[in-house]
């Protein structure tokens, strides 16, 4: 019989491929023992064995026919087509969180290639894309193996913003391949995960109220973010803005203003834990932004007891996005790279305050990007806050300079062929006074602060550059004291009360207390604490310095920070206690001492030191008990003990 054939006319090649099904002339209903005998197989359906296999205990197989097999197969399609196309609906949905383009080369929905095998378009997946949202809390950190990439990264823009281009560390990376010890500071403009959006942040959690926190940060904005320069470490106007780009910066931003907020602490106790939450997984992120590292140092400049590791974190971060690299080539001939640039001179000024504070060496090198900073002022976009922060830079030049030039030895006595280099420094404090004091105007918020700023710079740069000549003396060596060292340490003096004076006598500087940053706190206490030195140590070395004096000035101090009572958890409020505490001790021993003159008052004897100190030692007298008990500091709420971190780095 001859075969029947298609008609070509009525069906094409294409359709012939694709409705054709092999007809199947018969189904196998028997396992293979059963054939084998050839007898009947009792095999019903839904059951595993039939009844002979099943009575005799043997293996029963059913061979699948032709027609099984496509049935599963067609199964197992529409399957794949399902997961596809839920895969790329949620592929679609991240780079929209991401804002990421969307990919080209991904097939259609509904229509993909698996091993070669064509899959007829299903309608549209209706179920919904898997959430991507992480359950309540700080995520889980993942171990970093040292595992091989997997997938090709996104160029960079420019190919010089490779940190690794030129590093050692490249060759590395481009043998091995391991994605852990690669530096991408570019993506991480491109790459933000999901949970780092404000759809998940800590206010979306309801771990503190959104009304709340809008009002702490029309509150920043107006008061604190106009002490730290106006703008140069917060460019959001709005909170919206703020947690979609950092919740870190968001968790900073909040902490510090509850810090001056007179509450009780309250909001401070919910804020200040969040924010320890967002740094510690800040420290092993891979990716940050330049929020994140502008959030850090805001932490840096208010949290006494964070400030040395934010400012060190933030400026790691910093550099590891390539900020130093930017900021050299905004100064050449890429005014696109200014943020990043006037980032970098933030961080400058940051590392600076606190290096001064603790007595330690700075982590930024001196290159010609910091000593040529005034050369960022000619850029275009350039606002009077960026006067107001390169002020600043140019002190902490001549600063560290200084430090540089005597070294961090307190034990070496100057010698006297080194008092020129005093006096050049001073010229520069003088030269760098009457540039920037004129070019600084008023704020809205602070009025005349920038421009007297600039006045206690002076002052207490002053201060630390004189009393320099009190290093590797010992009281008992008062005598020996030439003339020319007595009149660079009356400069010391006068510089430390000039400083103190303003603080009190000015209406802005008054202020200004409980708003500005720590730096501002650490020229009070260090000049409170010179002074007492000074003349209970030094009073017979024909000094400058009369005991009233130092006794008005430091309590007309006491009373000013005792007006931060309300703010419970700011600084200023210990440090008042502290320098109380210790003013009480320094009028104890002066009206002792003057006890002990008035009866050898009839005693001509000169003083004979007979290889002693008849003068006690100021550490032993002023901190023999624990200053922490004694004065009333509680370490809980103040971190950082300010007087005897100061105290530690006054010479003499």
């Known amino acids: 019989m001859k075969r029947a054939r298609f008609d070509g006319s009525q069906s094409s090649p294409s359709q012939d491929a694709a409705e054709h099904q092999p007809k199947i002339s018969r189904k196998i209903r028997a396992c293979q023992a059963c054939q084998n005998r050839k007898i009947k197989c009792n095999l019903e359906p839904g059951q595993d064995q039939c009844v002979r296999c099943s009575r005799l205990g043997l293996n029963c197989v059913v061979n699948k026919s032709l027609q099984t097999l496509l049935d599963d197969e067609n199964e197992w399609k529409k399957r794949m087509e399902e997961q596809m196309n839920s895969l790329q609906a949620a592929l679609a949905q991240v780079q929209r969180e991401l804002n990421l383009p969307q990919t080209s080369t991904m097939p259609p929905a509904g229509t993909s290639s698996l091993g070669g095998s064509s899959f007829s378009q299903s309608p549209d997946v209706t179920r919904p894309a898997p959430s991507l949202a992480p359950p309540p809390g700080p995520p889980a950190i993942r171990p970093t193996g040292m595992t091989r990439e997997n997938s090709v990264e996104a160029e960079a823009p420019d190919r010089e913003d490779q940190a690794m281009v030129n590093a050692p560390m490249a060759s590395l990376f481009e043998v091995t391949k391991l994605r852990n010890i690669r530096n991408e500071p570019w993506a991480a403009r491109t790459r933000r995960p999901p949970s780092r959006s404000m759809h998940h942040d800590f206010i979306a959690q309801g771990r503190f109220s959104e ?90 400049f208010w949290l006494s007891d964070l400030s040395w590791k934010l400012s060190g974190l933030a400026v790691r971060i910093a550099t590891e996005l390539n900020l130093h690299q930017f900021s050299a080539k905004a100064l050449r001939d890429a005014p696109q790279y200014i943020e990043e640039a006037r980032l970098w001179y933030l961080l400058y000024v940051c590392d600076h305050h606190f290096s001064i504070a603790y007595g330690r060496p700075s982590v930024f090198n001196e290159n010609s990007t910091i000593t040529c900073h005034e050369t960022f002022l000619q850029l275009p976009g350039i606002t009077e806050s960026d006067f107001r922060l390169h002020s600043q830079v140019g002190v902490f030049i001549i600063l560290s300079r200084i430090y540089n030039a005597f070294g961090p030895d307190r034990s070496r006595m100057i010698a006297s062929d080194e008092f020129e280099i005093l006096r050049r420094f001073d010229v520069d404090l003088g030269h760098w006074r009457s540039h920037w004091e004129p070019r ?18 002076y002052h207490f740069a002053r201060l630390q550059l004189f009393s320099i000549c009190l290093r590797g003396l010992r009281p008992d060596e008062q005598y020996s004291m030439s003339p020319e060292r007595r009149y660079f340490v009356n400069l010391a003096i006068s510089s430390a009360s000039a400083a103190i004076e303003l603080v009190l006598n000015d209406v802005d500087m008054r202020r200004a207390v409980i708003g500005v940053p720590l730096y501002l706190l ?51 409020h210990f440090l008042g206690r502290g320098l109380d505490g210790m003013l009480q001790k320094f009028k104890e021993r002066n009206a002792a001492s003057t006890i002990k003159s008035l009866s050898q008052a009839g005693q001509p004897t000169p003083p004979s030191w007979n290889g002693e100190r008849m003068v006690p030692d100021w550490n032993s007298w002023m901190f023999g008990t624990g200053m922490p008990n004694q004065f009333g500091l509680d370490s809980d709420n103040y971190g950082l003990n300010f007087l005897d971190a100061l105290n530690s780095q006054m010479p003499g």
């Open 211 to 300: 009304e709340e926190a809008e009002k702490l940060f029309v509150k920043f904005g107006e008061t604190l973010n106009a002490y730290l320069w106006g703008g140069i470490a917060l460019v959001h106007d709005s909170l919206t803005s703020a947690r979609e780009s950092s919740s870190l910066l968001t968790a900073a931003i909040l902490a510090v203003t509850a810090l001056h907020a007179q509450d009780e602490g309250r909001a401070f106790d919910i804020c200040y834990p969040i924010f320890l939450d967002l740094v510690s997984q800040a420290m092993f992120d891979r990716y940050h932004t330049l929020d994140d590292v502008r959030g850090l140092a805001i932490g840096a």
């Open 440 to 457: 600084l105007r008023p704020n809205q918020y602070i009025s005349e602060y920038p421009a007297k700023g600039v006045i206690l710079h």
């Open 522 to 572: 650490t020229t009070i206490a260090y000049a409170c604490l010179f002074l007492m030195k000074a003349q209970s140590q030094w009073r017979s070395a024909s000094l400058s310095i009369r005991y009233e004096d130092v006794v008005s000035l430091i309590e007309g101090i006491v009373a000013l920070l005792e007006e931060t009572r309300p703010c419970v958890r700011h600084v200023a």
